[in-house]
């Protein structure tokens, strides 16, 4: 039985008060405990600085489980799990003490283990010196694993998750390789994929493969026991790569003086002008919001449309002093719903405080 789709924003927010952030804040808390508990003092290091500063990530991935409430226990435990994997690994590879790619796959495996509820345990950390994390990445997986096994339908999105997994992992792999190999690797495998979206650029499709929001979203999907894989093939349409690239772009985009300075990938730098970058990120908003009418309670994808406009620009780099980036931003709020940004707007600094 499905539950009352939401139409307004203050009904989201609402929902996310009241049934997701307790149980968000609870898990998070006993997550960040387990983190200061590992006894590798590098590995302790990067689980607690990814949890440090990207808390937000699982608090805007839990946003997907307002729409089944009454899942809400399976829900939030499970994406918060499989985000602090993701923010975790990402610390390890992106402040590696290597730059070795088996060891970056091999520590990525662990997300697919966590998505397949009969796999077994692996040493994730076989090519690295830094091994003994007191159990922690195991407990995440095997929470995964559990909470998986209890949504109805997920034998019906699976495939289609561990697909979206596995270009996260091949991302995560091919970005943080020494920075003369990275651009070719990413070259190289784009051309795998390229004529499944002739619509987008390379580095658009290694932003869409780098978010999470898609899997989160097939597991509400599989909250629901009467799921089609017409509407499965409909979120898979949406949100990759629209949703996803949306998603990420906007990321880079704040990120993108910042990377400049440190000399850091970023793929909004690759665009040929601002204007181009605009341009680009307009037609992603502009087709997450086209893509979204045929999915189920449309209103809600919508709504994360308009919220990740809202989150991202929120952020206090988005500022006169950066004209660029602030260009950018006031061309992309245009495209948005003002009632909804306003209300996510003021929503996301409160977040971020």
């Known amino acids: 039985m499905r539950e009352k789709p939401i139409g307004k924003p203050w009904q989201l927010l609402y929902r996310v008060y009241r049934y997701v952030n307790p149980l968000l804040e609870r898990e998070f808390s006993c997550w960040y405990q387990q983190a200061q508990a590992i006894p590798d003092p590098e ?5 607690i600085a990814s949890m440090d500063t990207k808390k937000f990530h699982c608090q805007g991935g839990s946003v997907y489980a307002v729409q089944a409430v009454s899942h809400v226990s ?15 690994l990402d610390n390890l590879c992106d402040r590696s003490t290597s730059l070795d790619p088996d060891d970056f796959r091999q520590l990525h495996r662990s997300m697919q283990d966590a998505l397949t509820p009969s796999a077994p345990l692996q040493d994730y950390y076989l090519y690295r010196n830094e091994k003994d994390d007191g159990g922690f990445l195991a407990r995440l997986i095997r929470t995964c694993q559990q909470k998986v096994s209890e949504l109805p339908s997920y034998a019906k999105v699976q495939e289609y998750i561990l697909h979206y997994s596995n270009l996260y992992s091949d991302l995560q792999v091919y970005k943080h390789i020494s920075p003369e190999k990275r651009e ?11 004529q499944q979206y002739p619509q987008i650029y390379w580095q658009e499709f290694s932003a869409v493969t780098g978010s999470t929001i898609g899997i989160f979203s097939l597991f509400c999907l599989a909250t629901e026991s009467d799921v089609d894989e017409q509407t499965v093939k409909k979120i898979d349409q949406a949100y990759f790569p629209w949703i996803c690239g949306l998603h990420i772009l906007l990321d880079y985009l704040i990120d993108l003086e910042e990377d400049r300075v440190g000399g850091d990938l970023n793929f909004v730098s ?5 204007e181009e970058a605009a341009n680009r990120l307009q037609m992603f908003i502009q087709q997450a919001k ?8 449309p209103q809600f994808h919508g709504m994360i449309v308009d919220g990740l406009v809202a989150f991202y620009l929120a952020d206090s780099k988005v500022s006169r002093l950066q ?12 495209q948005v719903s003002s009632l909804t940004s306003f209300l996510f707007y003021i929503n996301s600094l409160l977040v971020r405080r």
């Open 74 to 88: 399976t829900l939030v435990p499970l994406i918060v799990a499989y985000q602090t994997i993701s923010d975790y």
């Open 323 to 334: 004209p660029q980036i602030y260009s950018i931003s006031k061309k992309l709020l245009k």
């Open 43 to 47: 590995l302790r290091k990067q689980a």
């Open 270 to 274: 690759y665009y040929q002008s601002d």
């Open 290 to 297: 086209a893509s979204i009418k045929g999915l189920p309670n």
């Open 184 to 194: 070719t690797a990413l070259l190289t495998w784009w051309e795998q994929h390229r």
